[in-house]
């Protein structure tokens, strides 16, 4: 059992500037003022030192990092994760792109084969992208393994064996099957990728699609004349839209202008960091391709934009630097609202009964301590790992 004192928390509902969090078997015990909470005897005692404590960061889309890409090799899955807590990352969503369907059992295999010695963000389930795109917007996946909707090529995918997110074109023929089954396995079905008109996209989602990869990426622009996807996911109060802050696959003013329409709840923030991530410029893997990094943004020989190298806290502060909001404001499109997508009210969040999933921030927002399940895997100071 340990707390953590004199620290600025945020809760749900409001911000303790003064803050107690007792933590016990990896869980939130309780939340208060440290002014009037009481600590049982016996328990370690972290002070805060007046830092921001706040809910782990949850990315829902990540293609890899450190040199690692987990389409080529879903084995490296475990060593990314463990090297992800510096960033405040303690819940992601490995992501698959585009490949034979052999190599996407491999991923699910090795998803619930967690190694006993593993310590690291916790990889909540697999984000297959595609295969079922529409190849007019196929980005950087490979054109050879793209295939129309089919339902025998489902096999066993629900969050069971570890597949909890799946982004598809919903324009292809099969499509709306092939989200009515899925979202009955209790998999959450994105629109991504897409040509998709608004009354294809509005089918979609009325058949199950709860979300929308990577807004305005891989998809056409929102038109005056013919709103799309796009337009449909932003109308929609009901979705949930992902977008990529780095400041290259999004203008900062449309991140502004986006945040003030839909805010902190229906906006999430993913990183779609590829092998790039956390290395010097050079060329990486992505999939099939070959993608050069520049230090800014990492691309296909073409010039396709080739999933991002940012990572999830500083994806937080470009929030808050383009749109002008505050941290508490920002907090929910990393912590809470991928958390209710994936149907897991016990992440995302500080109170009781959640998940010790936990990271100070200094005044510059930058990660200096993260706890995933109660356990200290990040020190910036070197304090001893609990």
Same mark, same amino acid.
């Given at each position: 059992?340990?707390?953590?004192?004199?620290?600025?928390?945020?809760?749900?509902?409001?911000?303790?500037?003064?803050?107690?969090?007792?933590?016990?078997?990896?869980?939130?015990?309780?939340?208060?003022?440290?002014?009037?909470?009481?600590?049982?005897?016996?328990?370690?005692?972290?002070?805060?030192?007046?830092?921001?404590?706040?809910?782990?960061?949850?990315?829902?889309?990540?293609?890899?990092?450190?040199?690692?890409?987990?389409?080529?090799?879903?084995?490296?899955?475990?060593?990314?994760?463990?090297?992800?807590?510096?960033?405040?990352?303690?819940?992601?969503?490995?992501?698959?792109?585009?490949?034979?369907?052999?190599?996407?059992?491999?991923?699910?295999?090795?998803?619930?084969?967690?190694?006993?010695?593993?310590?690291?963000?916790?990889?909540?389930?697999?984000?297959?992208?595609?295969?079922?795109?529409?190849? $007019?917007?196929?980005?950087?996946?490979?054109?050879?393994?793209?295939?129309?909707?089919?339902?025998?090529?489902?096999?066993?995918?629900?969050?069971?064996?570890?597949?909890?997110?799946?982004?598809?074109?919903?324009?292809?023929?099969?499509?709306?099957?092939?989200?009515?089954?899925?979202?009955?396995?209790?998999?959450?079905?994105?629109?991504?990728?897409?040509?998709?008109?608004?009354?294809?996209?509005?089918?979609?989602?009325?058949?199950?699609?709860?979300?929308?990869?990577?807004?305005?990426?891989?998809?056409?622009?929102?038109?005056?004349?013919?709103?799309?996807?796009?337009?449909?996911?932003?109308? $929609?109060?009901?979705?949930?839209?992902?977008?990529?802050?780095?400041?290259?696959?999004?203008?900062?003013?449309?991140?502004?202008?986006?945040?003030?329409?839909?805010?902190?709840?229906?906006?999430?923030?993913?990183?779609?960091?590829?092998?790039?991530?956390?290395?010097?410029?050079?060329?990486?893997?992505?999939?099939?391709?070959?993608?050069?990094?520049?230090?800014?943004?990492?691309?296909?020989?073409?010039?396709?934009?080739?999933?991002?190298?940012?990572?999830?806290?500083?994806?937080?502060?470009?929030?808050? $630097?383009?749109?002008?909001?505050?941290?508490?404001?920002?907090?929910?499109?990393?912590?809470?609202?991928?958390?209710?997508?994936?149907?897991?009210?016990?992440?995302?969040?500080?109170?009781?009964?959640?998940?010790?999933?936990?990271?100070?921030?200094?005044?510059?927002?930058?990660?200096?301590?993260?706890?995933?399940?109660?356990?200290?895997?990040?020190?910036?100071?070197?304090?001893?790992?609990?």
């Amino acid at each position: 059992m340990f707390c953590i004192k004199n620290a600025k928390i945020y809760t749900p509902d409001q911000t303790i500037e003064d803050g107690l969090v007792l933590v016990e078997a990896g869980r939130i015990v309780d939340v208060g003022s440290a002014a009037e909470g009481q600590i049982p005897d016996g328990v370690t005692v972290i002070d805060g030192r007046g830092r921001h404590l706040v809910p782990g960061f949850i990315d829902l889309q990540l293609n890899g990092g450190f040199g690692h890409d987990f389409t080529a090799d879903p084995q490296t899955i475990w060593p990314v994760a463990e090297r992800l807590p510096p960033f405040g990352v303690t819940g992601f969503l490995p992501t698959v792109i585009t490949s034979p369907l052999e190599n996407m059992g491999e991923a699910m295999a090795v998803w619930q084969a967690r190694p006993g010695s593993f310590q690291g963000a916790i990889p909540l389930g697999l984000h297959l992208e595609g295969p079922f795109l529409n190849p $007019d917007k196929k980005g950087a996946h490979n054109p050879a393994y793209l295939r129309p909707p089919d339902q025998a090529a489902l096999g066993e995918w629900c969050p069971e064996n570890g597949v909890r997110l799946v982004t598809l074109a919903p324009e292809l023929p099969g499509a709306l099957e092939l989200i009515r089954l899925l979202t009955d396995r209790g998999v959450v079905i994105s629109a991504g990728h897409s040509m998709a008109t608004y009354e294809q996209a509005t089918a979609g989602f009325a058949a199950g699609i709860r979300y929308g990869t990577h807004l305005f990426n891989a998809m056409p622009p929102l038109h005056h004349r013919e709103p799309g996807l796009a337009g449909a996911l932003l109308n $929609d109060p009901n979705l949930i839209v992902g977008l990529i802050p780095d400041g290259e696959h999004v203008h900062p003013l449309l991140v502004k202008i986006l945040w003030q329409l839909l805010g902190g709840r229906r906006l999430n923030l993913v990183t779609d960091a590829m092998a790039a991530m956390g290395m010097p410029s050079g060329v990486y893997q992505l999939g099939d391709f070959e993608v050069t990094v520049d230090g800014q943004t990492a691309r296909l020989a073409d010039g396709t934009l080739a999933g991002s190298i940012i990572t999830l806290d500083q994806a937080l502060r470009n929030l808050i $630097d383009f749109s002008g909001c505050t941290l508490a404001e920002a907090l929910p499109t990393v912590t809470s609202t991928p958390a209710d997508l994936l149907g897991m009210p016990h992440k995302g969040r500080i109170a009781p009964g959640c998940d010790a999933d936990l990271v100070l921030l200094n005044e510059w927002l930058e990660v200096e301590e993260t706890f995933v399940g109660g356990k200290r895997f990040f020190s910036g100071d070197q304090t001893p790992l609990l």
